[in-house]
């Protein structure tokens, strides 16, 4: 069993940080929609989705990993979506 719970935590919350960091540069356009009705363009939406998709799944394997070395496999770093250019 995995002793350190603390890692699977940590990873967690760096995940939770990139994610952020990565909708927050796009979050105006739901700020534009609810404010003036300005529809988001569609890949907009799809990319906030791609990178939600992508937090799960790096979470996932986070909770899964049964011991250090699993845990050690998960590189939360790779696997994100391309940053849009505006």
């Known amino acids: 069993t ?10 967690i919350q760096e995940v939770k940080d990139i994610q952020g960091n990565k909708l927050q540069a796009y979050d105006w ?3 534009r929609k609810y404010d003036a009705g300005t529809a988001i363009p569609a890949n907009i939406q799809s990319y906030r989705d791609a ?5 799960t799944d790096h ?3 986070i909770t899964a990993a049964a011991d250090l070395a699993a845990l050690q496999t998960t590189d939360v770093n790779s696997g994100w979506p391309e940053d849009l250019t505006i």
């Open 29 to 31: 356009y739901y700020i």
């Open 59 to 61: 979470e996932n394997a």
């Open 2 to 11: 995995l002793h350190s719970r603390s890692k699977k935590w940590n990873m």
């Open 51 to 55: 990178v939600r998709m992508k937090a």
